[in-house]
T-cell receptor, first 114, second 114 residues
Framework: GEDVEQSLFLSVREGDSSVINCTYT??????LYWYKQEPGAGLQLLTY?????DMKQDQRLTVLLNKKDKHLSLRIADTQTGDSAIYFC??????????????FGSGTQLTVLP | DVKVTQSSRYLVKRTGEKVFLECVQD?????MFWYRQDPGLGLRLIYF???????EKGDIPEGYSVSREKKERFSLILESASTNQTSMYLC?????????????FGDGTRLSIL
């Protein structure tokens, strides 16, 4: 795995859409993931996308993948105050014994303003 | 649902003590991981294990060791705790094989070394 980069902060108004961006460098990654971390808690798997897909939608969440530019985004429609959290993108790569390691970005702190 | 349980949410220890952090998963996952999380640095992999009694170093193994005597349990050991090991520690587990292997996380242990 290589570097995964995300912007550190994003603020949006309640009801607006949020778009969290991520760039990765390992072109051999086959799965890319989005995790959410609420204060004082562990990471919760939100969604994932396989590298042969361009888009995946799951209720209010839309994941877009631009493989050529190695760019991944997570769009949250109708953002609510409960969406305030840190969002991590991660790319998977196969390591020892077929264990798929993840390389995480540093996380984007999403703040939803009333 | 996958359940990953870390034995303590908060732990306070003294410099030089030997510290054990325990993690148990209930989904018969082959792979288990230990990370530490520090502000601005994201998640950094300390050690992982892809099978019982197997272990591999991650990115920052110095000052740590691990034990996996049973499939469901993965322990992180700080041999002689130091103040720079004050951090949030996260355990995760995932299925084996070459397909999609999302990692599932526990709630974390916030460790303070005085």
């Amino acid at each position: 795995g290589e570097d995964v980069e995300q912007s550190l902060f994003l603020s949006v108004r309640e009801g607006d859409s949020s778009v969290i961006n991520c760039t990765y460098t390992d072109s051999s990654s086959t799965y890319l993931y989005w995790y959410k971390q609420e204060p004082g808690a562990g990471l919760q798997l939100l969604t994932y996308i396989f590298s042969n897909m361009d888009m995946k939608q799951d209720q209010r969440l839309t994941v877009l993948l631009n493989k050529k530019d190695k760019h991944l985004s997570l769009r949250i429609a109708d953002t609510q105050t409960g969406d305030s959290a840190i969002y991590f993108c991660a790319e998977g790569f196969v390591s020892s014994g077929s264990a798929r390691q993840l390389t995480f970005g540093s996380g984007t702190q999403l703040t939803v303003l009333p | 649902d996958v359940k990953v349980t870390q034995s303590s949410r908060y732990l306070v220890k003294r410099t030089g003590e030997k510290v054990f952090l325990e993690c148990v998963q209930d989904m018969d996952h082959e792979n288990m991981f230990w990370y530490r999380q520090d502000p601005g640095l994201g998640l950094r992999l300390i050690y992982f294990s892809y099978d019982v009694k197997m272990k591999e170093k991650g990115d920052i193994p110095e000052g740590y060791s691990v034990s996996r005597e049973k499939k469901e349990r993965f322990s992180l050991i700080l041999e002689s705790a130091s103040t720079n090991q004050t951090s949030m520690y996260l355990c995760a587990s995932s299925l084996g094989g070459f397909g999609n292997q999302p990692q599932h996380f526990g709630d974390g242990t916030r460790l303070s070394i005085l």
